[in-house]
Protein backbone atom coordinates (compact mmCIF):
# COMPACT_ATOMS: atom_id res chain seq x y z
CA UNK A 1 0.00 0.00 0.00
CA UNK A 2 1.36 3.63 -1.34
CA UNK A 3 1.93 5.85 2.03
CA UNK A 4 0.41 9.13 1.33
CA UNK A 5 2.78 11.78 2.83
CA UNK A 6 0.77 14.32 4.98
CA UNK A 7 2.14 17.49 5.55
CA UNK A 8 2.39 18.73 8.90
CA UNK A 9 3.97 21.74 8.79
CA UNK A 10 3.57 24.49 5.52
CA UNK A 11 4.23 27.84 4.44
CA UNK A 12 0.95 30.07 5.42
CA UNK A 13 -1.11 31.10 2.05
CA UNK A 14 -1.57 34.26 3.17
CA UNK A 15 2.30 35.55 2.85
CA UNK A 16 4.16 35.24 -0.11
CA UNK A 17 7.15 33.13 -0.56
CA UNK A 18 9.97 35.59 -0.52
CA UNK A 19 12.95 36.44 1.81
CA UNK A 20 12.07 38.96 4.47
CA UNK A 21 14.61 42.21 5.12
CA UNK A 22 14.39 42.07 8.84
CA UNK A 23 17.52 41.96 10.75
CA UNK A 24 18.99 38.20 11.96
CA UNK A 25 17.04 37.55 15.19
CA UNK A 26 13.97 40.14 14.46
CA UNK A 27 10.90 38.33 15.53
CA UNK A 28 8.50 40.44 13.03
CA UNK A 29 8.78 37.37 11.17
CA UNK A 30 7.52 34.99 13.44
CA UNK A 31 4.76 37.85 14.39
CA UNK A 32 4.22 37.65 10.36
CA UNK A 33 3.58 34.33 10.34
CA UNK A 34 1.55 34.00 13.56
CA UNK A 35 -1.05 36.71 11.82
CA UNK A 36 -1.01 34.79 8.03
CA UNK A 37 -1.80 31.50 10.30
CA UNK A 38 -4.83 33.26 11.96
CA UNK A 39 -6.08 34.40 8.17
CA UNK A 40 -5.39 31.06 6.96
CA UNK A 41 -7.47 29.79 9.80
CA UNK A 42 -10.75 31.65 8.94
CA UNK A 43 -10.14 31.64 5.36
CA UNK A 44 -10.26 35.26 5.16
CA UNK A 45 -6.60 36.16 3.40
CA UNK A 46 -9.27 37.65 0.34
CA UNK A 47 -11.49 39.69 2.07
CA UNK A 48 -8.83 41.20 4.68
CA UNK A 49 -7.21 44.78 4.28
CA UNK A 50 -3.95 45.60 6.25
CA UNK A 51 -3.16 48.73 7.58
CA UNK A 52 0.67 48.98 7.74
CA UNK A 53 2.02 51.95 10.05
CA UNK A 54 5.38 53.07 9.91
CA UNK A 55 8.61 51.52 11.22
CA UNK A 56 10.31 48.19 10.45
CA UNK A 57 7.36 46.57 9.62
CA UNK A 58 5.94 49.32 7.23
CA UNK A 59 6.58 46.69 4.30
CA UNK A 60 4.29 44.13 5.83
CA UNK A 61 2.72 44.21 2.07
CA UNK A 62 5.89 42.60 0.55
CA UNK A 63 4.93 39.81 2.86
CA UNK A 64 1.29 39.28 3.44
CA UNK A 65 -0.56 38.76 0.19
CA UNK A 66 -3.05 40.83 0.75
CA UNK A 67 -4.66 44.39 0.04
CA UNK A 68 -3.13 47.11 2.12
CA UNK A 69 -3.11 50.71 2.78
CA UNK A 70 0.10 52.65 4.19
CA UNK A 71 -0.78 54.69 7.38
CA UNK A 72 1.07 57.87 8.70
CA UNK A 73 3.33 57.43 11.65
CA UNK A 74 0.69 56.60 14.67
CA UNK A 75 -2.20 57.23 12.81
CA UNK A 76 -2.86 52.90 11.58
CA UNK A 77 -6.24 53.12 14.12
CA UNK A 78 -7.87 56.17 12.30
CA UNK A 79 -7.14 54.93 8.23
CA UNK A 80 -8.49 51.74 9.57
CA UNK A 81 -11.52 52.84 10.96
CA UNK A 82 -12.35 54.56 7.98
CA UNK A 83 -11.49 51.23 6.03
CA UNK A 84 -13.63 49.23 8.69
CA UNK A 85 -16.52 52.15 8.37
CA UNK A 86 -16.23 51.91 4.52
CA UNK A 87 -15.95 48.53 3.92
CA UNK A 88 -17.73 46.57 7.07
CA UNK A 89 -17.78 43.07 5.79
CA UNK A 90 -13.82 42.66 5.59
CA UNK A 91 -11.54 42.03 8.32
CA UNK A 92 -9.55 44.67 8.83
CA UNK A 93 -5.73 44.90 11.19
CA UNK A 94 -3.30 47.35 12.05
CA UNK A 95 0.29 46.14 12.73
CA UNK A 96 2.19 48.65 14.55
CA UNK A 97 5.40 49.18 17.22
CA UNK A 98 5.87 50.84 20.27
CA UNK A 99 6.65 53.81 19.17
CA UNK A 100 3.99 54.11 16.60
CA UNK A 101 0.72 53.29 19.20
CA UNK A 102 1.99 54.39 22.68
CA UNK A 103 3.88 57.15 21.11
CA UNK A 104 2.67 59.41 18.86
CA UNK A 105 -0.27 57.46 17.95
CA UNK A 106 -1.83 57.00 21.87
CA UNK A 107 -4.82 59.17 20.80
CA UNK A 108 -5.72 57.39 17.91
CA UNK A 109 -5.49 54.09 19.61
CA UNK A 110 -7.14 54.88 22.56
CA UNK A 111 -10.50 56.26 20.64
CA UNK A 112 -10.43 53.47 18.07
CA UNK A 113 -10.42 51.09 20.85
CA UNK A 114 -13.00 53.54 22.62
CA UNK A 115 -15.45 53.61 20.10
CA UNK A 116 -15.48 49.30 19.88
CA UNK A 117 -14.12 49.84 16.13
CA UNK A 118 -14.57 46.29 14.95
CA UNK A 119 -10.64 45.74 13.70
CA UNK A 120 -7.80 44.42 15.25
CA UNK A 121 -4.68 45.60 16.59
CA UNK A 122 -1.55 43.61 16.63
CA UNK A 123 1.05 45.62 18.73
CA UNK A 124 4.54 45.02 19.04
CA UNK A 125 6.38 46.11 21.80
CA UNK A 126 10.07 45.58 21.52
CA UNK A 127 10.88 48.72 24.02
CA UNK A 128 12.68 50.67 21.56
CA UNK A 129 12.87 52.56 18.31
CA UNK A 130 13.85 50.20 15.74
CA UNK A 131 13.69 51.36 11.84
CA UNK A 132 15.52 54.95 13.29
CA UNK A 133 18.08 52.88 15.03
CA UNK A 134 17.26 51.94 18.77
CA UNK A 135 16.07 55.17 20.40
CA UNK A 136 13.88 55.12 23.95
CA UNK A 137 10.56 54.27 23.56
CA UNK A 138 7.78 54.89 26.01
CA UNK A 139 7.89 50.97 26.63
CA UNK A 140 11.85 51.17 27.19
CA UNK A 141 12.21 49.78 30.34
CA UNK A 142 13.52 51.97 33.65
CA UNK A 143 17.57 52.00 33.15
CA UNK A 144 17.54 50.51 29.85
CA UNK A 145 20.38 52.47 27.93
CA UNK A 146 19.19 53.44 24.40
CA UNK A 147 20.60 56.11 22.08
CA UNK A 148 18.43 58.51 23.33
CA UNK A 149 18.67 56.98 26.65
CA UNK A 150 22.63 56.54 27.00
CA UNK A 151 22.35 56.58 30.63
CA UNK A 152 19.75 54.40 31.08
CA UNK A 153 15.73 55.74 31.12
CA UNK A 154 15.34 57.95 34.01
CA UNK A 155 11.80 57.55 34.91
CA UNK A 156 12.45 61.17 36.95
CA UNK A 157 12.80 62.60 33.70
CA UNK A 158 11.07 60.32 31.62
CA UNK A 159 8.21 58.50 33.32
CA UNK A 160 7.46 54.86 33.50
CA UNK A 161 6.54 52.32 30.31
CA UNK A 162 3.54 52.27 29.16
CA UNK A 163 1.64 49.33 30.05
CA UNK A 164 -1.35 49.27 26.13
CA UNK A 165 -2.72 45.85 26.71
CA UNK A 166 -3.80 46.79 30.63
CA UNK A 167 -4.71 50.45 29.80
CA UNK A 168 -6.93 49.81 26.62
CA UNK A 169 -8.33 47.29 29.05
CA UNK A 170 -10.16 50.23 30.74
CA UNK A 171 -12.30 51.10 28.04
CA UNK A 172 -15.54 49.57 27.79
CA UNK A 173 -15.24 49.60 23.18
CA UNK A 174 -12.47 47.09 23.82
CA UNK A 175 -13.51 43.41 23.58
CA UNK A 176 -10.41 41.52 23.66
CA UNK A 177 -7.02 42.51 25.10
CA UNK A 178 -4.06 40.18 25.88
CA UNK A 179 -0.05 40.46 26.38
CA UNK A 180 2.02 37.56 24.98
CA UNK A 181 5.63 36.61 23.64
CA UNK A 182 7.54 35.19 20.97
CA UNK A 183 10.93 34.64 22.58
CA UNK A 184 10.09 30.65 23.70
CA UNK A 185 8.18 27.72 21.34
CA UNK A 186 5.44 27.55 24.01
CA UNK A 187 5.07 31.48 24.42
CA UNK A 188 4.65 31.28 20.27
CA UNK A 189 2.37 28.23 20.26
CA UNK A 190 0.17 31.19 23.18
CA UNK A 191 0.87 34.03 20.93
CA UNK A 192 -0.58 32.51 18.08
CA UNK A 193 -3.64 31.24 20.23
CA UNK A 194 -4.38 34.90 21.36
CA UNK A 195 -3.94 36.43 17.50
CA UNK A 196 -6.81 33.97 16.55
CA UNK A 197 -8.79 34.53 19.28
CA UNK A 198 -8.07 38.28 18.40
CA UNK A 199 -9.17 38.22 14.55
CA UNK A 200 -12.77 35.75 16.24
CA UNK A 201 -13.67 38.50 18.14
CA UNK A 202 -14.09 40.75 14.32
CA UNK A 203 -14.90 37.95 12.62
CA UNK A 204 -18.04 37.75 15.24
CA UNK A 205 -18.59 41.22 15.30
CA UNK A 206 -17.80 41.53 18.76
CA UNK A 207 -15.46 45.04 18.73
CA UNK A 208 -12.45 45.74 19.16
CA UNK A 209 -9.36 43.21 19.76
CA UNK A 210 -5.98 44.13 20.84
CA UNK A 211 -3.09 41.85 21.32
CA UNK A 212 0.22 43.25 22.52
CA UNK A 213 3.36 40.89 21.44
CA UNK A 214 6.70 41.42 23.51
CA UNK A 215 9.75 40.75 20.74
CA UNK A 216 12.96 41.16 20.37
CA UNK A 217 15.29 43.83 18.88
CA UNK A 218 19.06 42.15 18.48
CA UNK A 219 20.52 44.90 16.65
CA UNK A 220 19.33 47.87 18.92
CA UNK A 221 19.79 46.13 21.97
CA UNK A 222 23.21 44.97 21.18
CA UNK A 223 23.13 41.51 22.07
CA UNK A 224 22.62 38.14 19.97
CA UNK A 225 19.42 36.72 19.21
CA UNK A 226 19.63 33.98 21.58
CA UNK A 227 19.97 36.81 24.32
CA UNK A 228 17.45 38.75 23.36
CA UNK A 229 14.96 35.50 23.98
CA UNK A 230 16.53 35.75 27.33
CA UNK A 231 16.05 39.43 28.06
CA UNK A 232 12.17 39.04 27.44
CA UNK A 233 12.37 36.49 29.92
CA UNK A 234 14.12 38.28 33.05
CA UNK A 235 13.45 41.79 32.34
CA UNK A 236 10.59 42.62 30.07
CA UNK A 237 7.84 39.95 31.04
CA UNK A 238 8.47 41.12 34.71
CA UNK A 239 7.63 44.66 33.65
CA UNK A 240 4.99 43.56 31.24
CA UNK A 241 3.27 40.67 32.57
CA UNK A 242 1.43 38.13 30.05
CA UNK A 243 -1.87 37.44 30.10
CA UNK A 244 -5.56 37.66 28.64
CA UNK A 245 -6.82 41.11 30.62
CA UNK A 246 -9.74 40.99 28.73
CA UNK A 247 -11.81 38.68 27.25
CA UNK A 248 -15.79 38.45 26.06
CA UNK A 249 -16.08 34.93 26.15
CA UNK A 250 -15.17 35.03 29.91
CA UNK A 251 -16.42 38.49 30.72
CA UNK A 252 -19.76 39.44 32.43
CA UNK A 253 -21.72 40.83 29.99
CA UNK A 254 -21.72 44.67 29.75
CA UNK A 255 -18.30 44.79 29.65
CA UNK A 256 -17.34 45.39 26.00
CA UNK A 257 -19.08 41.85 24.54
CA UNK A 258 -21.27 42.31 22.41
CA UNK B 1 -35.46 69.83 -7.87
CA UNK B 2 -36.90 73.06 -8.87
CA UNK B 3 -36.52 75.25 -5.71
CA UNK B 4 -34.89 77.84 -4.40
CA UNK B 5 -33.61 78.20 -0.66
CA UNK B 6 -32.45 80.10 1.77
CA UNK B 7 -29.45 78.52 3.34
CA UNK B 8 -25.95 79.22 5.01
CA UNK B 9 -22.91 79.41 2.69
CA UNK B 10 -21.68 76.03 5.82
CA UNK B 11 -24.84 74.00 4.84
CA UNK B 12 -24.93 74.86 1.18
CA UNK B 13 -21.17 73.21 0.92
CA UNK B 14 -22.48 70.26 2.67
CA UNK B 15 -25.72 69.88 0.65
CA UNK B 16 -23.30 69.81 -2.29
CA UNK B 17 -21.15 67.39 -0.95
CA UNK B 18 -24.20 65.26 -0.12
CA UNK B 19 -25.36 65.56 -4.03
CA UNK B 20 -22.03 64.94 -5.72
CA UNK B 21 -22.59 61.87 -3.69
CA UNK B 22 -20.42 61.96 -0.49
CA UNK B 23 -21.35 59.46 2.07
CA UNK B 24 -18.60 59.50 5.00
CA UNK B 25 -17.60 62.48 6.80
CA UNK B 26 -15.05 62.57 9.26
CA UNK B 27 -14.38 65.70 11.40
CA UNK B 28 -14.21 67.93 14.57
CA UNK B 29 -15.81 70.71 15.40
CA UNK B 30 -14.10 74.31 14.98
CA UNK B 31 -15.52 77.78 14.67
CA UNK B 32 -16.65 79.21 11.98
CA UNK B 33 -17.21 75.47 10.41
CA UNK B 34 -19.18 73.61 13.05
CA UNK B 35 -22.55 73.76 10.62
CA UNK B 36 -20.74 71.59 8.26
CA UNK B 37 -20.42 68.31 10.84
CA UNK B 38 -23.81 69.16 12.39
CA UNK B 39 -25.34 69.24 9.37
CA UNK B 40 -23.75 65.72 7.92
CA UNK B 41 -24.25 64.51 11.84
CA UNK B 42 -27.98 65.01 11.09
CA UNK B 43 -28.37 64.15 7.18
CA UNK B 44 -26.01 61.10 6.44
CA UNK B 45 -27.82 58.47 8.82
CA UNK B 46 -30.81 59.06 6.95
CA UNK B 47 -29.06 58.56 3.59
CA UNK B 48 -27.03 55.37 4.97
CA UNK B 49 -23.89 57.44 5.13
CA UNK B 50 -21.04 57.27 8.31
CA UNK B 51 -20.66 60.66 10.14
CA UNK B 52 -17.76 60.51 13.26
CA UNK B 53 -16.76 63.18 15.44
CA UNK B 54 -13.47 62.32 15.28
CA UNK B 55 -11.13 62.31 18.29
CA UNK B 56 -8.74 65.00 16.49
CA UNK B 57 -8.44 66.70 12.94
CA UNK B 58 -5.17 64.62 13.04
CA UNK B 59 -7.52 61.67 13.31
CA UNK B 60 -9.93 62.78 11.24
CA UNK B 61 -7.86 63.39 7.82
CA UNK B 62 -6.37 59.77 8.58
CA UNK B 63 -10.12 58.57 8.53
CA UNK B 64 -10.89 60.17 5.53
CA UNK B 65 -7.43 58.68 3.99
CA UNK B 66 -8.71 54.86 4.85
CA UNK B 67 -12.20 55.49 3.40
CA UNK B 68 -10.93 56.94 0.08
CA UNK B 69 -8.35 54.37 -0.02
CA UNK B 70 -11.41 52.31 -0.30
CA UNK B 71 -13.08 54.11 -3.16
CA UNK B 72 -15.36 56.10 -1.25
CA UNK B 73 -16.55 59.03 -2.11
CA UNK B 74 -15.10 60.93 1.65
CA UNK B 75 -14.86 64.51 3.26
CA UNK B 76 -13.71 66.87 6.05
CA UNK B 77 -13.47 70.33 7.17
CA UNK B 78 -12.01 72.38 9.45
CA UNK B 79 -11.10 75.90 9.93
CA UNK B 80 -7.41 77.14 10.18
CA UNK B 81 -5.54 75.72 13.04
CA UNK B 82 -7.22 72.63 12.25
CA UNK B 83 -6.05 72.80 8.60
CA UNK B 84 -2.87 72.68 9.95
CA UNK B 85 -3.31 70.04 11.71
CA UNK B 86 -4.65 67.92 8.93
CA UNK B 87 -1.54 68.78 7.16
CA UNK B 88 0.38 65.46 7.61
CA UNK B 89 -2.29 63.56 6.26
CA UNK B 90 -3.27 65.31 3.43
CA UNK B 91 0.51 65.37 2.38
CA UNK B 92 0.16 61.28 2.84
CA UNK B 93 -3.08 61.35 0.70
CA UNK B 94 -1.49 63.49 -1.83
CA UNK B 95 1.56 61.31 -2.11
CA UNK B 96 -0.70 58.18 -2.21
CA UNK B 97 -3.05 59.46 -4.89
CA UNK B 98 -6.15 59.26 -2.88
CA UNK B 99 -8.77 61.96 -3.73
CA UNK B 100 -11.08 63.56 -1.40
CA UNK B 101 -12.70 66.92 -0.29
CA UNK B 102 -10.94 68.98 2.68
CA UNK B 103 -12.85 72.44 3.33
CA UNK B 104 -11.61 75.28 5.14
CA UNK B 105 -13.98 78.02 6.16
CA UNK B 106 -10.52 80.18 6.91
CA UNK B 107 -10.44 82.24 10.07
CA UNK B 108 -7.90 85.01 10.74
CA UNK B 109 -4.11 83.44 12.17
CA UNK B 110 -1.71 83.01 13.16
CA UNK B 111 -2.13 80.52 15.93
CA UNK B 112 -5.46 81.06 17.69
CA UNK B 113 -5.70 84.29 16.20
CA UNK B 114 -9.38 85.05 15.64
CA UNK B 115 -12.56 83.84 13.70
CA UNK B 116 -13.43 86.46 11.76
CA UNK B 117 -12.77 86.06 8.17
CA UNK B 118 -9.17 85.95 6.53
CA UNK B 119 -7.45 85.01 3.71
CA UNK B 120 -4.05 84.26 5.04
CA UNK B 121 -4.65 80.33 4.20
CA UNK B 122 -3.66 80.96 0.79
CA UNK B 123 -0.01 80.20 1.04
CA UNK B 124 -0.36 77.39 2.68
CA UNK B 125 -3.30 76.24 0.87
CA UNK B 126 -2.23 76.15 -2.54
CA UNK B 127 2.10 75.79 -1.90
CA UNK B 128 1.60 72.33 -0.55
CA UNK B 129 1.13 73.03 3.71
CA UNK B 130 2.37 69.80 4.07
CA UNK B 131 5.75 68.42 3.23
CA UNK B 132 7.03 67.27 0.00
CA UNK B 133 6.19 69.32 -2.26
CA UNK B 134 2.37 68.81 -3.66
CA UNK B 135 -0.24 70.61 -4.95
CA UNK B 136 -4.01 70.37 -3.76
CA UNK B 137 -6.95 70.94 -6.18
CA UNK B 138 -7.88 74.44 -4.59
CA UNK B 139 -11.21 75.90 -5.01
CA UNK B 140 -12.56 79.58 -3.91
CA UNK B 141 -16.01 79.92 -3.69
CA UNK B 142 -17.94 83.80 -3.65
CA UNK B 143 -21.40 82.98 -2.84
CA UNK B 144 -23.59 80.07 -1.47
CA UNK B 145 -24.37 78.73 -4.48
CA UNK B 146 -20.89 78.39 -5.19
CA UNK B 147 -20.04 76.60 -1.61
CA UNK B 148 -22.22 73.78 -3.05
CA UNK B 149 -21.65 74.11 -6.92
CA UNK B 150 -17.77 73.71 -6.12
CA UNK B 151 -17.83 71.05 -3.64
CA UNK B 152 -19.45 69.02 -6.12
CA UNK B 153 -16.68 70.03 -8.64
CA UNK B 154 -14.51 69.22 -6.31
CA UNK B 155 -15.30 65.89 -5.77
CA UNK B 156 -15.42 65.28 -9.59
CA UNK B 157 -11.56 66.74 -9.97
CA UNK B 158 -10.41 64.70 -6.94
CA UNK B 159 -11.60 61.75 -8.40
CA UNK B 160 -10.32 62.85 -12.44
CA UNK B 161 -6.82 63.56 -11.13
CA UNK B 162 -6.56 61.29 -7.57
CA UNK B 163 -5.81 63.83 -5.33
CA UNK B 164 -7.30 66.11 -2.42
CA UNK B 165 -8.99 68.74 -3.42
CA UNK B 166 -9.62 72.00 -0.87
CA UNK B 167 -12.07 74.31 -0.68
CA UNK B 168 -11.36 77.27 0.42
CA UNK B 169 -13.86 79.81 2.31
CA UNK B 170 -13.94 82.39 4.75
CA UNK B 171 -16.19 82.76 7.49
CA UNK B 172 -17.74 85.25 5.75
CA UNK B 173 -19.11 83.14 3.04
CA UNK B 174 -19.70 80.06 5.50
CA UNK B 175 -21.73 81.77 7.66
CA UNK B 176 -23.79 83.99 5.68
CA UNK B 177 -27.02 82.90 3.79
CA UNK B 178 -28.18 83.67 0.45
CA UNK B 179 -29.93 82.27 -2.12
CA UNK B 180 -29.09 78.45 -3.47
CA UNK B 181 -31.05 76.64 -6.38
CA UNK B 182 -29.64 72.93 -5.67
CA UNK B 183 -29.29 70.75 -8.61
CA UNK B 184 -28.10 67.53 -9.05
CA UNK B 185 -24.36 66.37 -9.76
CA UNK B 186 -23.79 66.93 -13.52
CA UNK B 187 -22.99 63.48 -15.28
CA UNK B 188 -18.94 63.66 -15.75
CA UNK B 189 -17.29 60.09 -17.04
CA UNK B 190 -14.71 59.57 -14.40
CA UNK B 191 -12.18 56.78 -14.35
CA UNK B 192 -12.67 53.21 -12.83
CA UNK B 193 -10.98 53.51 -9.74
CA UNK B 194 -8.95 49.86 -10.50
CA UNK B 195 -6.63 51.30 -7.56
CA UNK B 196 -8.85 50.72 -4.68
CA UNK B 197 -8.14 48.33 -1.71
CA UNK B 198 -11.07 46.13 -1.16
CA UNK B 199 -9.76 43.11 0.01
CA UNK B 200 -8.26 40.75 -2.74
CA UNK B 201 -11.42 38.75 -3.76
CA UNK B 202 -11.12 36.98 -6.55
CA UNK B 203 -8.01 39.06 -7.71
CA UNK B 204 -4.54 37.51 -8.13
CA UNK B 205 -2.66 40.70 -7.39
CA UNK B 206 -2.78 42.69 -4.32
CA UNK B 207 -3.62 46.12 -4.39
CA UNK B 208 -1.73 48.54 -1.98
CA UNK B 209 -2.12 52.38 -1.16
CA UNK B 210 1.02 54.07 -0.08
CA UNK B 211 3.61 56.94 -0.14
CA UNK B 212 6.87 55.11 0.33
CA UNK B 213 9.15 54.86 -2.57
CA UNK B 214 12.71 53.37 -1.43
CA UNK B 215 13.51 51.42 -4.84
CA UNK B 216 16.34 52.93 -6.81
CA UNK B 217 14.65 56.08 -8.76
CA UNK B 218 10.94 54.72 -7.79
CA UNK B 219 10.77 58.52 -5.40
CA UNK B 220 11.51 60.16 -8.24
CA UNK B 221 9.75 58.95 -11.34
CA UNK B 222 6.53 59.39 -8.51
CA UNK B 223 7.36 62.33 -7.92
CA UNK B 224 7.26 63.46 -11.96
CA UNK B 225 4.30 61.76 -12.45
CA UNK B 226 2.57 63.71 -9.72
CA UNK B 227 4.60 66.74 -11.26
CA UNK B 228 3.18 66.44 -14.68
CA UNK B 229 -0.25 65.38 -12.94
CA UNK B 230 -0.30 69.32 -11.68
CA UNK B 231 0.89 70.62 -15.27
CA UNK B 232 -2.09 69.03 -16.81
CA UNK B 233 -4.65 70.28 -14.19
CA UNK B 234 -3.12 74.20 -14.79
CA UNK B 235 -3.93 73.12 -18.43
CA UNK B 236 -7.47 72.14 -18.36
CA UNK B 237 -8.92 72.91 -15.56
CA UNK B 238 -7.81 76.74 -14.60
CA UNK B 239 -10.92 78.68 -13.94
CA UNK B 240 -12.00 82.32 -13.39
CA UNK B 241 -14.34 85.40 -13.89
CA UNK B 242 -13.87 87.86 -15.90
CA UNK B 243 -15.32 91.15 -15.59
CA UNK B 244 -15.43 94.43 -18.28
CA UNK B 245 -12.02 93.18 -19.50
CA UNK B 246 -13.63 94.90 -22.88
CA UNK B 247 -12.16 98.14 -22.19
CA UNK B 248 -10.07 97.90 -19.13
CA UNK B 249 -7.47 100.13 -18.09
CA UNK B 250 -6.76 99.00 -14.79
CA UNK B 251 -8.10 95.10 -13.97
CA UNK B 252 -9.00 94.52 -10.48
CA UNK B 253 -8.35 90.88 -8.81
CA UNK B 254 -9.85 89.45 -5.85
CA UNK B 255 -11.02 85.71 -4.61
CA UNK B 256 -13.36 84.32 -1.88
CA UNK B 257 -15.05 87.21 0.35
CA UNK B 258 -12.85 89.85 -1.28
CA UNK B 259 -13.84 89.69 -4.37
CA UNK B 260 -17.58 90.41 -3.05
CA UNK B 261 -16.12 94.02 -1.79
CA UNK B 262 -13.73 94.08 -4.66
CA UNK B 263 -16.93 94.07 -7.50
CA UNK B 264 -19.12 96.25 -5.75
CA UNK B 265 -15.88 98.97 -5.77
CA UNK B 266 -15.23 97.90 -9.56
CA UNK B 267 -18.76 99.29 -10.45
CA UNK B 268 -18.97 102.23 -8.09
CA UNK B 269 -15.52 102.96 -10.06
CA UNK B 270 -17.41 102.20 -13.21
CA UNK B 271 -20.03 104.45 -12.05
CA UNK B 272 -17.97 107.03 -11.69
CA UNK B 273 -16.45 106.69 -15.42
CA UNK B 274 -13.19 104.39 -14.94
CA UNK B 275 -12.43 101.92 -16.77
CA UNK B 276 -12.20 99.01 -14.84
CA UNK B 277 -11.73 95.00 -15.05
CA UNK B 278 -12.37 92.40 -12.93
CA UNK B 279 -10.39 88.63 -12.84
CA UNK B 280 -11.88 86.51 -10.43
CA UNK B 281 -9.76 83.64 -9.82
CA UNK B 282 -11.90 80.65 -9.15
CA UNK B 283 -9.44 77.70 -8.90
CA UNK B 284 -6.39 79.40 -7.03
CA UNK B 285 -4.55 75.98 -7.93
CA UNK B 286 -4.36 75.47 -10.72
CA UNK B 287 -3.96 79.30 -10.98
CA UNK B 288 -5.40 80.87 -13.55
CA UNK B 289 -1.85 81.76 -15.44
CA UNK B 290 -3.06 82.29 -18.79
CA UNK B 291 -6.07 84.95 -18.00
CA UNK B 292 -3.89 87.13 -16.19
CA UNK B 293 -1.12 86.69 -19.15
CA UNK B 294 -3.26 87.59 -21.61
CA UNK B 295 -4.99 90.08 -19.97
CA UNK B 296 -1.95 92.19 -18.51
CA UNK B 297 -0.94 91.79 -22.38
CA UNK B 298 -3.48 94.39 -23.28
CA UNK B 299 -4.02 95.97 -19.98
CA UNK B 300 -0.67 97.00 -18.12
CA UNK B 301 -2.07 98.05 -14.30
CA UNK B 302 -3.24 95.15 -11.73
CA UNK B 303 -4.93 95.59 -8.42
CA UNK B 304 -5.06 93.02 -6.34
CA UNK B 305 -6.84 92.99 -2.65
CA UNK B 306 -6.37 90.35 -0.14
CA UNK B 307 -7.01 89.61 3.30
CA UNK B 308 -3.85 89.28 4.38
CA UNK B 309 -0.81 91.08 3.88
CA UNK B 310 -0.03 89.86 0.18
CA UNK B 311 -0.34 86.02 -0.55
CA UNK B 312 -1.71 85.88 -4.02
CA UNK B 313 -0.19 88.97 -5.52
CA UNK B 314 2.66 87.13 -5.62
CA UNK B 315 1.11 84.05 -8.28
CA UNK B 316 -0.71 87.32 -10.32
CA UNK B 317 2.98 89.05 -10.48
CA UNK B 318 4.49 85.72 -11.78
CA UNK B 319 1.23 85.12 -14.22
CA UNK B 320 1.09 88.83 -15.25
CA UNK B 321 3.10 89.92 -18.75
CA UNK B 322 6.88 91.19 -18.16
CA UNK B 323 6.22 95.20 -18.33
CA UNK B 324 2.58 94.61 -16.45
CA UNK B 325 2.54 96.42 -13.36
CA UNK B 326 1.26 94.26 -9.95
CA UNK B 327 -0.10 96.71 -6.89
CA UNK B 328 -1.25 95.09 -3.68
CA UNK B 329 -3.91 96.48 -1.35
CA UNK B 330 -4.96 94.10 1.67
CA UNK B 331 -4.80 93.98 5.51
CA UNK B 332 -4.70 90.85 8.00
CA UNK B 333 -7.95 91.33 9.45
CA UNK B 334 -8.82 92.57 13.33
CA UNK B 335 -12.41 91.93 14.85
CA UNK B 336 -14.85 92.78 12.64
CA UNK B 337 -12.75 94.84 9.73
CA UNK B 338 -13.55 94.09 6.23
CA UNK B 339 -12.73 96.81 3.83
CA UNK B 340 -15.62 98.87 2.32
CA UNK B 341 -16.60 98.78 -0.89
CA UNK B 342 -15.62 102.70 -0.37
CA UNK B 343 -12.30 102.22 0.35
CA UNK B 344 -11.18 99.62 -2.10
CA UNK B 345 -13.01 102.29 -4.95
CA UNK B 346 -10.49 104.66 -3.44
CA UNK B 347 -7.52 102.65 -3.92
CA UNK B 348 -8.76 101.80 -7.73
CA UNK B 349 -8.96 105.29 -8.12
CA UNK B 350 -6.01 106.19 -7.02
CA UNK B 351 -3.97 103.42 -9.02
CA UNK B 352 -6.14 103.97 -12.12
CA UNK B 353 -5.07 107.95 -11.85
CA UNK B 354 -1.57 106.63 -12.25
CA UNK B 355 -2.16 105.56 -15.86
CA UNK B 356 -4.23 108.69 -16.91
Not at chain 1, 114 to 143: D, K, W
Not at chain 2, 242 to 254: F, H, N, P, R, S
Request: neutral net charge.
Amino acid sequence: MTKVDTPVFTAPRSLKKVVTHFCPGCQHGTVHRLVAEALDHFAVQARTIGVASVGCSVFLYEYFDIDVVEAPHGRAPAVATGVKRALPDRIVFTYQGDGDLAAIGTSEIIHAANRGEGMTVIFVNNSTYGMTGGQMAPTTLPGQKTSTSPYGRDIANDGRPIRMAELLTQLDGTSYSARVAVNTPRNVLAAGKAVRKAFQTQIEGRGFSFVEILSTCPTNWGVSPLEANERIATEMIPCFPLGTFKDWALDAPGTGAK
Amino acid sequence: MDQRLFVKGNEAVAMGALAAGCRFYFGYPITPQSDIPEYMARELPRLGGTFIQAESEIASINMLLGASACGMRAMTSSSSPGISLKQEGLSYMAGSELPGLVVNICRSGPGLGGIDASQADYFQAVKGGGHGGYRLIVLAPHSVQEMYDLAMLAFDLSDLYRMPAMLLGDSVIGQMKEALVPHPRPQIELPAKDWVVSGKGSRSEQRIVKSLFLGDGELEAHNWKLYHRYQLLQERESRWEALYLDDAELIVTAFGVTARIARSAVRMAREGGLKVGMIRPITLFPFPQKAFFKATGVVKKVLCFELNTGQMVEDVRLSAARDAEVFFYGRPPGAGSLPTPEELCEQIERHHGRSA
